[in-house]
T-cell receptor, first 113, second 112 residues
Framework: SQTIHQWPATLVQPVGSPLSLECTVE??????LYWYRQAAGRGLQLLFY??????ISSEVPQNLSASRPQDRQFILSSKKLLLSDSGFYLC????????????FGPGTRLTVT | QKEVEQNSGPLSVPEGAIASLNCTYS??????FFWYRQYSGKSPELIMS????GDKEDGRFTAQLNKASQYVSLLIRDSQPSDSATYLC????????????FGKGTKLSVIP
C-alpha cells in the first residue's frame, strides 16, 4: 500500500529565515505530487504540483519554491519567510491520471514569528 | 474566478440522524468531484469520489452529483459522534486539470 510522509510535523521559524519541508511517497512510482497550504480561516490552496522529476508547476506567485529531485520526493522551500507564510502545509499524491484521487500526508504546521 | 462554495455551518444533527452536506461549483467543464473529511488539527482524508451524475453509495455515505445544476452533495446516514469534523468538497476544474479546488468546508457536529 502507498504511504506518504512529511517532516517536520511542526516548525516555528523567525521572519526572514529559510524553510525546507520534505515529502516522500512509498509504494508507488511516477506519482503526481502536490503542495497545498491551509491558512487559518481559509480554504486549501494549491501551491505547486509536479507530474515528474524536475517538472514543477506553480499556481500562486509567492516567495516559495518547490523541487522534485527524485521520483517520490517533493520539497518546498523558501529563502526568507514572511509572517503570511504561517499555515498548515500539506503534501498530496495521486496516480498518473489527472482526474484521479489525491491523498494527503499528515502535514507540517508552520508558525512564522 | 472558478469557485467551489459550501455552507460553512456549523451543521448540528442528533446522533442517528441523516446529515446532508451541500456544495456548488462554477465550472461546467468539471469532471471529478471529491469529499474529504478533516478532523481538527489533522490532514484531509478522502472519503468519497464521484465522476458521473447520480448517486454513489459507500457504507453510510452517499455522494450525489447533478452536473446540470452544478451541485454535489454528501449524505451521512446514522450519524455518529465520530463523524463530527469539517467536510471539504473538492472539484477538479476542467478536463485534464490537475488542480483540485476546495470549498472552505462545512463543520458538522453530531450531538449524542
Amino acid at each position: 500500500s502507498q504511504t506518504i510522509h512529511q517532516w517536520p510535523a511542526t516548525l516555528v521559524q523567525p521572519v526572514g529565515s529559510p524553510l525546507s519541508l520534505e515529502c516522500t511517497v512509498e509504494g508507488t512510482s511516477n506519482p503526481n505530487l502536490y503542495w497545498y497550504r491551509q491558512a487559518a480561516g481559509r480554504g486549501l490552496q494549491l501551491l505547486f504540483y509536479s507530474v515528474g522529476i524536475g517538472q514543477i508547476s506553480s499556481e500562486v506567485p509567492q516567495n516559495l519554491s518547490a523541487s522534485r529531485p527524485q521520483d517520490r520526493q517533493f520539497i518546498l522551500s523558501s529563502k526568507k519567510l514572511l509572517l503570511s507564510d504561517s499555515g498548515f502545509y500539506l503534501c498530496a499524491w495521486s496516480s498518473g491520471s489527472s482526474w484521479s484521487e489525491q491523498y494527503f500526508g499528515p502535514g507540517t504546521r508552520l508558525t512564522v514569528t | 474566478q472558478k469557485e467551489v462554495e459550501q455552507n460553512s455551518g456549523p451543521l448540528s444533527v442528533p446522533e442517528g440522524a441523516i446529515a446532508s452536506l451541500n456544495c456548488t461549483y462554477s465550472d461546467r467543464g468539471s469532471q471529478s468531484f471529491f469529499w474529504y473529511r478533516q478532523y481538527s488539527g489533522k490532514s484531509p482524508e478522502l472519503i468519497m469520489s464521484i465522476y458521473s451524475n447520480g448517486d454513489k453509495e459507500d457504507g453510510r455515505f452517499t455522494a450525489q452529483l447533478n452536473k446540470a445544476s452544478q451541485y454535489v452533495s454528501l449524505l451521512i446516514r446514522d450519524s455518529q459522534p465520530s463523524d463530527s469534523a469539517t467536510y471539504l468538497c473538492a472539484v477538479l476544474l476542467g478536463a485534464g486539470s490537475y488542480q483540485l479546488t476546495f470549498g472552505k468546508g462545512t463543520k458538522l457536529s453530531v450531538i449524542p
